[in-house]
């Protein structure tokens, strides 16, 4: 079992930022890729970033440029510093874990765009 537990969610003006992490513990060891999704009201669940654990990113178009995924491995952990943010990047953020036929999931944090 892999638990994760997200923080760093609020509410933010347009333009402002938010740093998020997450903190995996519990079985860890074989952790590749650690990730960030968003689900918005009504709209499907979307990966935000990823990160394998050599450290190469993978970002979403939406916020490529914006958005910038890290993790220290040695504290197994993750984080996603969001700059100039938007109100279309107003959802609920969940880190995310793929470990062997398991997907591991944090229990989400709000983050609310808006002036």
């Known amino acids: 079992q892999v638990q994760l537990a997200e923080s760093g969610g609020g509410l933010v003006q347009p333009g402002g930022s938010l740093r998020l992490s997450c903190a995996a513990s519990?079985?860890?060891?074989?952790?590749?890729?650690m990730g960030w999704f968003r689900q918005a009201p009504g709209k499907q669940r979307e990966r935000v970033a990823r990160?394998?654990?050599?450290?190469?990113?993978d970002y979403a178009d939406s916020v490529k440029g914006r958005f910038t995924i890290s993790r220290d491995n040695a504290k197994n952990s993750l984080y996603l510093q969001m700059n100039t943010l938007k109100p279309e990047d107003t959802a609920v953020y969940f880190c995310?874990?793929?470990?062997?036929?398991?997907?591991?999931w944090g229990q989400g944090t709000q983050v609310t765009v808006s002036s």
């Open positions: 995310n874990v793929p470990l062997g036929r398991t997907i591991y």
């Open positions: 990160m394998s654990r050599s450290g190469i990113p």
């Open positions: 519990g079985s860890i060891d074989g952790i590749n890729y």
